[in-house]
């Protein structure tokens, strides 16, 4: 999803647009992010360099944004461990909430240079897309030590690119969605070892959504087998599987590596809210994923929502609806701007698809 803006502050002059059609553009930009969130089974996984839709979003950014690129948020020439910023121009007169956006790809794939929630500048925030360390380069953690490092940076530097650092969200579809969940569930927990400095700097962040993303590395394989729904295409601990590829060993072999890797293991009271979107015919991450995620979050009283998509899959042309784009607007709203906006989740009826039929074996 990428975008023209929504008028909103006074800071932030870029082309106008009506409200509806602010939601439909931010819709079919979400749907976007959705559909390209993942590499299909046993493709082969590209880098950074080779997303198709990055370049068409650089030479269209939206007038009224400008865009600071490839900032490394840890020390070194590795071109994994950078952002990009998009800010409005003129400046805000006042220091805005930040979204921070994380890909998807397997953990193997993807680019910050394709982000979703550019639209958002125009509604009064600073954006942030991230990039990070793909399991072929360096397994678990090292991809959510990435990520954390990238928000201890943003608010070591929030200052200078004037955004408040006690109201950061983050948003992730897919691996990107198990990403910010884990950047929720435990962020200030000191569970992974920090790099990149600003060690002062919290990794904590106040709002997280969560776009289908794994949750439970333990169950995964059974949830998959046991969804009447759908079968799920990958074949777990073999080369194509991003899930054991991620940690490096086989799923079931080492429960450690396992729970460290998983997001609900980190649930506790103290976790910020979190909005889930899933499809229930997924063929990548089981659905029960994230009702088991949910279940965790409810048993200790987080503020948590989960928004059903009857019979889509990993993305799909229901996750592009504008009612979609208007709950994450007021999710983000609500929890980064305090604005006294309702979170409805959706009519399920409204957003039922026919589920995609299994291709032949």
Same mark, same amino acid.
């Given at each position: 999803?990428?975008?023209?803006?929504?008028?909103?502050?006074?800071? $932030?002059?870029?082309?106008? &647009?009506?409200?509806?059609?602010?939601?439909?553009?931010?819709?079919?930009?979400?749907?976007?992010?959705?559909?390209?969130?993942?590499?299909?089974?046993? @493709?082969?996984?590209?880098?950074?360099?080779?997303?198709?839709?990055?370049?068409?979003?650089?030479?269209?950014?939206?007038?009224?944004?400008?865009?600071?690129?490839?900032?490394?948020?840890?020390?070194?020439?590795?071109?994994?461990?950078?952002?990009?910023?998009?800010?409005?121009?003129?400046?805000?007169?006042?220091?805005?909430?930040?979204?921070? $956006?994380?890909?998807?790809?397997?953990?193997?794939?993807?680019?910050?240079?394709? $982000?979703?929630?550019?639209?958002?500048?125009? /509604?009064?925030?600073?954006? @942030?897309?991230?990039?990070?360390?793909?399991?072929?380069?360096?397994?678990?953690?090292?991809?959510?030590?990435? $990520?954390?490092?990238?928000?201890?940076?943003?608010?070591?530097?929030?200052?200078?690119?004037?955004?408040?650092?006690?109201?950061?969200?983050?948003?992730?579809?897919?691996?990107?969605?198990?990403?910010?969940?884990? &950047?929720?569930?435990?962020?200030?927990?000191?569970?992974?070892?920090?790099?990149?400095?600003?060690?002062?700097? +919290?990794?904590?962040?106040?709002?997280?959504?969560?776009?289908?993303?794994?949750?439970?590395?333990?169950?995964?394989?059974?949830?998959? @087998?046991?969804?009447?729904?759908?079968?799920?295409?990958?074949?777990?601990?073999?080369?194509?599987?991003?899930? +054991?590829?991620?940690?490096?060993? %086989?799923?079931?072999?080492?429960?450690?590596?396992?729970?460290?890797?998983?997001?609900?293991?980190?649930?506790?009271?103290?976790?910020?809210?979190?909005?889930? &979107?899933?499809?229930?015919?997924?063929?990548?991450?089981?659905?029960?994923?994230?009702?088991?995620?949910? @279940?965790?979050?409810?048993?200790?009283?987080?503020?948590?929502?989960?928004?059903?998509?009857?019979?889509?899959?990993?993305?799909?042309?229901?996750?592009?609806?504008?009612?979609?784009?208007?709950?994450?607007? %007021?999710?983000?709203? /609500?929890?980064?701007?305090?604005?006294?906006?309702?979170?409805?989740?959706?009519?399920?009826?409204?957003?039922?698809?026919?589920?995609?039929?299994? +291709?032949?074996?």
């Amino acid at each position: 999803m990428m975008n023209r803006q929504f008028p909103g502050t006074k800071s $932030c002059r870029i082309a106008r &647009l009506g409200a509806w059609t602010f939601l439909a553009v931010g819709a079919a930009l979400i749907a976007s992010w959705s559909v390209a969130a993942e590499p299909q089974a046993g @493709a082969k996984a590209k880098g950074p360099a080779a997303a198709k839709p990055a370049a068409k979003q650089a030479e269209a950014l939206p007038r009224g944004v400008r865009a600071d690129k490839d900032i490394p948020y840890v020390p070194g020439d590795d071109k994994a461990q950078r952002l990009d910023l998009y800010l409005p121009e003129p400046a805000a007169e006042t220091p805005l909430p930040l979204i921070v $956006c994380i890909h998807g790809g397997g953990w193997r794939g993807g680019s910050k240079a394709w $982000c979703p929630m550019l639209y958002m500048v125009g /509604r009064g925030y600073a954006v @942030a897309s991230v990039e990070y360390r793909f399991s072929q380069q360096a397994v678990f953690p090292a991809q959510i030590q990435d $990520c954390q490092a990238a928000i201890r940076w943003l608010r070591a530097n929030s200052q200078k690119y004037h955004f408040d650092p006690q109201r950061i969200g983050v948003i992730g579809a897919s691996a990107g969605g198990h990403l910010v969940a884990l &950047l929720g569930t435990a962020g200030g927990k000191q569970s992974f070892a920090p790099i990149g400095g600003n060690d002062d700097q +919290s990794d904590r962040v106040q709002a997280v959504c969560d776009y289908y993303g794994p949750t439970d590395f333990s169950t995964v394989m059974q949830q998959a @087998a046991d969804d009447p729904n759908v079968k799920n295409i990958f074949q777990f601990n073999t080369p194509s599987d991003p899930y +054991s590829g991620l940690i490096g060993v %086989n799923l079931g072999s080492d429960q450690q590596k396992s729970d460290a890797v998983s997001p609900v293991h980190y649930v506790s009271q103290d976790n910020p809210p979190i909005l889930i &979107l899933h499809g229930t015919h997924d063929a990548l991450v089981p659905y029960a994923q994230s009702t088991e995620l949910v @279940a965790a979050l409810k048993a200790k009283g987080v503020d948590v929502l989960l928004q059903t998509l009857p019979g889509s899959g990993h993305g799909g042309p229901a996750f592009g609806k504008p009612a979609l784009a208007a709950l994450v607007t %007021n999710f983000f709203d /609500r929890h980064l701007k305090g604005a006294d906006v309702k979170i409805e989740l959706a009519p399920e009826a409204e957003l039922a698809v026919p589920p995609a039929q299994p +291709s032949p074996k």
